[in-house]
């Protein structure tokens, strides 16, 4: 049985870091690419990065967020991260990590909140 479980949002000011993880079982993590997702009220899920299987040295990111999240990948601990650097208001989500296997798995989301 396919596990994403998500943690690390919480409440951060503007330009602060926060790193998102995404433990998972119940498939080989190391052979599929992953990404992360995030949703605002009102608007649909974004895609915000990816990453490759295995060596995981191919990565894509959202415009908005090139060149201050990181996406990578830990194969010892079956666990995607998130590393969120200079944060912005507009980076307000809950945040999702998504397995594209068959119809696809998704978390339960973690809550990320940028403000003063």
């Known amino acids: 049985q396919v596990q994403l479980v998500e943690s690390g949002g919480g409440v951060v000011a503007p330009g602060g870091s926060l790193t998102l993880s995404c433990a998972t079982s119940?498939?080989?993590?190391?052979?599929?690419?992953m990404s992360w997702y995030r949703e605002t009220p009102g608007l649909e899920r974004e895609l915000v990065a990816s990453?490759?299987?295995?060596?995981?040295?191919?990565?894509n990111y959202a415009d908005s967020v090139k060149g201050r999240f990181n996406i990578y990948r830990d194969h010892r601990k079956d666990t995607l991260y998130l590393q969120m650097n200079s944060l912005k208001p507009e980076d307000t989500a809950a945040y999702y990590c998504?397995?594209?296997?068959?119809?696809?798995?998704w978390g339960q989301g973690t809550q990320v909140t940028v403000s003063t």
């Open positions: 990453i490759g299987g295995f060596a995981g040295d191919i990565k």
């Open positions: 119940g498939f080989s993590f190391a052979m599929f690419p």
């Open positions: 998504h397995l594209q296997l068959g119809g696809g798995y």
